[in-house]
């Protein structure tokens, strides 16, 4: 799809009247949408400007948009059916960020943007309207001289007193722009307060360029009436910037503490990276047993055993797999990778893991549990074979037999994989 220069926007909105009327009165028609009706709707505005309107380009998605938003505030629909209009405009949005892509160092995308501009400050004061959102779906695609020339056209607009969604997204153009205390001062000057999650765009920008020190000044200065280590959603940025500067070493109990409310083995990767050896063993040996005393909870076990696995703990491993372990039958991608390094770095450690899972499934007497153990036989086999002791595995399997031989189902199932 294209970016057309020369274009009559008045002309082509006229043409795209009764569509959009058509379009309205579908949307704000019925109390309850599905996403797959409004998904429909969304295909039918895009089947039209497609087939009837293609010479207009993106510039006819742009327009649909408008119509049915102005639409919406005519008959004061916009605020209490915002999101079946947000979500079609989102769809709508697609097209124009596919057309992005592929234009985007054409000169037209500047007007183009330039028009999106002109409409944010023409509804600034309509909290739910279209524009923020549809600018930032934009700016990742746009080319760093369009972005430049955005940043540009959003300062000499008239956004002072818009809503907190076109000021936050002035703010944050500005940002990527590297103009960092003028973002700040942007966001200060806006008179009502700023949550957590509106600001989480402008946090991830300045944790992309390790701006550790600048995330904690704004964090002081955006939330003034916060005390330390309570800035909610925005926590994470602090604790990894404290991690970051923390130059002498030292043990930042807070930091684990609050990991520890909801652990990550991505979060700890993030807040470790910068950090010595031995200092992420003493973090690690901090965290271990504190989990341990969360394994009835399935996301402590998950970090757990990628814990264990990322520091080679494989001790720890095998005592976690014999005491802890309860359906050796369905093991968790995560707990397979465990068991495939413990065999290469400590198979030793791995015969009493497998030998118990043997027994543990064999008691189960059914077919699936049978199939299982005789294939926790095979991994035994293995095991021995990597310190050249087949001779006493095969004792054991002789025993192993003895043992069960009324497990009639279980016999063949050995049979079968050690003929």
Same mark, same amino acid.
């Given at each position: 799809?294209?970016?057309?220069?020369?274009?009559?926007?008045?002309?082509?909105?006229? /043409?795209?009247?009764?569509?959009?009327?058509?379009?309205?009165?579908?949307?704000?028609?019925?109390?309850?949408?599905?996403?797959?009706?409004?998904?429909?709707?969304?295909?039918?505005?895009?089947?039209?400007?497609?087939?009837?309107?293609?010479?207009?380009?993106?510039?006819?998605?742009?327009?649909?948009?408008?119509?049915?938003?102005?639409?919406?505030?005519?008959?004061?629909?916009?605020?209490?059916?915002?999101?079946?209009?947000?979500?079609?405009?989102?769809?709508?949005?697609?097209?124009?960020?596919?057309?992005?892509?592929?234009?985007?160092?054409?000169?037209?995308?500047?007007?183009?943007?330039?028009?999106?501009?002109?409409?944010?400050?023409?509804?600034?004061?309509?909290?739910?309207?279209?524009?923020?959102?549809?600018? !930032?779906?934009?700016?990742?695609?746009?080319?760093?001289?369009?972005?430049?020339?955005?940043?540009?056209?959003?300062? *000499? *607009?008239?956004?002072?007193?818009?809503?907190?969604?076109?000021?936050?997204?002035?703010?944050?153009?500005?940002?990527?722009?590297?103009? !960092?205390?003028?973002?700040?001062?942007?966001?200060?000057?806006? /008179?009502?307060?700023?949550?957590?999650?509106?600001?989480?765009?402008?946090?991830?920008?300045?944790?992309?360029?390790?701006?550790?020190?600048?995330?904690?000044?704004?964090?002081?200065?955006?939330?003034?009436?916060?005390?330390?280590?309570?800035?909610? *959603?925005?926590?994470?940025?602090?604790?990894?910037?404290?991690?970051?500067?923390?130059?002498?070493?030292?043990?930042?109990?807070?930091?684990?503490?609050?990991?520890?409310?909801?652990?990550?083995?991505?979060?700890?990767?993030?807040?470790?990276?910068?950090?010595?050896?031995?200092?992420?063993?003493?973090?690690?040996?901090?965290?271990?047993?504190?989990?341990?005393?969360?394994?009835?909870?399935?996301?402590?076990?998950?970090?757990?055993?990628?814990?264990?696995?990322?520091?080679?703990?494989?001790?720890?491993?095998?005592?976690?797999?014999?005491?802890?372990?309860?359906?050796? *039958?369905?093991?968790?991608?995560? /707990?397979?990778?465990?068991?495939?390094?413990? /065999?290469?770095?400590?198979?030793?450690?791995?015969?009493?893991?497998?030998?118990?899972?043997?027994?543990?499934?064999?008691?189960?007497?059914?077919?699936?549990?049978? !199939?299982?153990?005789?294939?926790?036989?095979? !991994?035994?086999?293995?095991?021995?074979?990597?310190?050249?002791?087949?001779?006493?595995?095969?004792?054991?399997?002789?025993?192993?037999?003895?043992?069960?031989?009324?497990?009639?189902?279980?016999?063949?199932?050995?049979?079968?994989?050690?003929?």
């Amino acid at each position: 799809m294209k970016f057309p220069i020369h274009i009559n926007t008045e002309e082509v909105a006229s /043409k795209l009247q009764p569509s959009i009327a058509s379009t309205y009165k579908k949307l704000a028609a019925s109390r309850y949408f599905t996403a797959s009706h409004l998904e429909l709707l969304s295909s039918e505005a895009k089947h039209i400007l497609q087939t009837h309107h293609s010479e207009s380009g993106i510039w006819g998605h742009l327009l649909y948009i408008e119509g049915v938003f102005q639409r919406s505030i005519q008959f004061n629909t916009n605020d209490q059916s915002h999101r079946r209009f947000d979500h079609f405009y989102t769809s709508l949005e697609e097209d124009i960020n596919k057309a992005l892509v592929e234009h985007k160092d054409s000169q037209a995308v500047r007007s183009f943007m330039r028009q999106l501009v002109v409409r944010l400050e023409q509804d600034q004061q309509y909290e739910h309207a279209p524009w923020p959102s549809i600018i !930032e779906q934009c700016i990742p695609l746009l080319s760093a001289g369009h972005l430049e020339h955005l940043d540009q056209t959003l300062i *000499s *607009s008239s956004l002072h007193n818009g809503s907190s969604a076109s000021v936050r997204l002035k703010s944050y153009v500005t940002l990527l722009v590297g103009k !960092e205390k003028q973002a700040l001062d942007q966001l200060l000057s806006f /008179k009502t307060n700023w949550s957590e999650q509106q600001l989480t765009i402008h946090f991830k920008c300045l944790e992309s360029r390790e701006r550790w020190d600048t995330i904690l000044q704004w964090l002081k200065q955006l939330f003034p009436t916060k005390t330390k280590n309570k800035y909610g *959603s925005l926590q994470a940025y602090a604790d990894r910037s404290h991690s970051h500067l923390n130059q002498h070493g030292v043990f930042l109990t807070d930091v684990w503490d609050r990991w520890l409310l909801a652990p990550s083995f991505q979060r700890f990767a993030a807040l470790t990276a910068h950090e010595k050896k031995d200092k992420k063993q003493q973090i690690v040996d901090y965290l271990l047993p504190r989990l341990e005393a969360q394994l009835h909870q399935a996301q402590a076990v998950q970090v757990y055993i990628r814990l264990l696995h990322d520091q080679q703990r494989f001790d720890k491993a095998a005592e976690y797999f014999l005491m802890h372990e309860r359906n050796p *039958s369905r093991l968790h991608e995560d /707990k397979e990778a465990l068991l495939e390094a413990m /065999k290469t770095f400590t198979p030793e450690l791995l015969k009493p893991v497998f030998h118990q899972f043997v027994v543990r499934l064999a008691e189960k007497k059914s077919r699936i549990h049978y !199939e299982k153990a005789a294939f926790y036989v095979s !991994e035994l086999l293995q095991v021995y074979q990597l310190d050249q002791s087949e001779a006493l595995f095969y004792e054991y399997l002789e025993r192993l037999k003895a043992e069960y031989k009324t497990y009639r189902a279980f016999i063949k199932e050995l049979n079968v994989i050690h003929a």
